[in-house]
């Protein structure tokens, strides 16, 4: 078995059958098993392991030592349920998480040598999330050929509009088939505007995370672009947590004053965040960053100054990047200080 062969712990049946078809869609080679006690040799070397439901038992009385990517596939999400912990196995639940499987076979652990992914989080409303997002964007498809920039949230009103890119309908998730989990590259679909991807799901209907991964949608712009921005916007939504799961650097935009703190801490704690960058938005009256910083526990990566021009541009459809030059050089100096931790 060659080490970057999955390993298919399933008798005949559904599930094997499934688990094969994805593996060949994503031309994905993949070793078969059909007993647990075949699986210790393998169990290892395999890049993700993806046992049966009605195998999940017996392979977890083996105690085989914990490892990551392994996925328990099956139709009884109470047995999926049960043997998911002792194992430490994700669960992908038939039919309808199928899509699923063909995403995290070419990414097990949905991470590793790809673009980066950088989400950027509002600590309160308002504070200039979304723009700073589209700001790096644009920045980074200046710097890095193309970049793609995703909205995940479900009631910012989309953020192709701070693009200028709204009279282009339909910019919407692909919709995708759903039945392999196969992505392949997303370009062709996503009109650009300044060489940035744009992927809205707002003003639509909500997209069903299990048929159509955000894992799978992400895994391929990180293919084809140089980064990948996702504004989750501020909603404990599944979409948000599921963009941040997948981000490989958070930013978390902050207020710089009492209040915006205050926010920021709930935000923190929401979404259990221990490794984010702070932004301080400089407000009159407020605080120094490094206290905004002390609060938080989180280092302080960037300033951003307060920019007239923003808001007006945002109306008139006009790009970001229209800002004056202190914005966009407090963006350029963060965009990059983002990229160098990711190769370091
Ligand atoms: N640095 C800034 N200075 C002044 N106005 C800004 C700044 N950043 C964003 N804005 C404006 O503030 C408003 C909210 O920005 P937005 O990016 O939508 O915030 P959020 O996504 O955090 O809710 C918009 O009108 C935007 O143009
Ligand atoms: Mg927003």
Redesign the pocket.
């Known amino acids: 078995m060659d080490e970057r062969d999955v390993l298919v712990v399933a008798g005949p049946g559904d599930v094997q059958d499934v688990v094969l078809s994805a593996a060949a869609a994503q031309e994905v080679a993949a070793a078969v098993v059909t007993a647990a006690d075949e699986v210790a040799v393998r169990w290892r070397a395999a890049e993700a392991v993806f046992i049966a439901g009605d195998l999940a038992e017996s392979v977890a009385l083996r105690a085989l030592p914990h490892r990551d990517g392994v996925f328990l596939v099956g139709e009884d999400p109470a047995v999926l349920a049960l043997w998911s912990a002792p194992l430490g196995a994700r669960v992908i639940s038939l039919p309808e998480g199928a899509g699923w499987l063909g995403a995290v076979m070419t990414d097990p652990g949905q991470g590793g040598g790809r673009a980066p992914v950088v989400a950027v989080l509002?600590g309160?409303?308002?504070?200039?999330?979304?723009?700073?997002?589209?700001t790096l964007a644009c920045l980074a498809s200046v710097r890095s050929g193309a970049s793609a920039l995703v909205d995940t949230?479900l009631v910012?009103g989309g953020i192709d509009l701070?693009l200028g890119a709204e009279q282009a309908g339909g910019w919407r998730w692909p919709r995708l088939s759903g039945a392999d989990g196969h992505v392949g590259d997303l370009r062709a679909y996503l009109p650009a505007v300044a060489g940035v991807s744009v992927v809205s799901m707002a003003r639509g209907p909500a997209i069903d995370l299990a048929r159509e991964p955000l894992a799978a949608i992400v895994g391929s712009l990180r293919r084809s672009h140089g980064l990948v921005v996702v504004?989750p916007?501020?909603g404990l939504t599944l979409a948000a947590r599921e963009s941040l799961r997948l981000a490989t650097r958070v930013v978390l935009?902050v207020q710089g004053g009492v209040r915006g703190v205050a926010a920021a801490r709930e935000v923190v704690r929401a979404h259990q965040l221990e490794e984010a960058a702070l932004v301080v938005?400089r407000v009159r009256q407020g605080v120094a960053p490094a206290v905004v910083g002390e609060a938080l526990d989180l280092p302080v990566v960037a300033e951003?100054?307060?920019?007239?021009v923003?808001?007006?541009?945002?109306?008139r459809g006009e790009p970001?990047t229209r800002?004056g030059r202190r914005?966009l050089a407090a963006c350029r100096r963060l965009l990059a200080a983002l990229l160098e931790d990711d190769h370091g």
């Open positions: 509002g309160s409303g308002g504070v200039g999330a979304s723009t700073l997002a589209a949230d910012g701070l504004d916007g501020r935009v938005r951003l100054p307060a920019d007239k923003l808001a007006s541009a945002a109306e970001p800002a914005y």
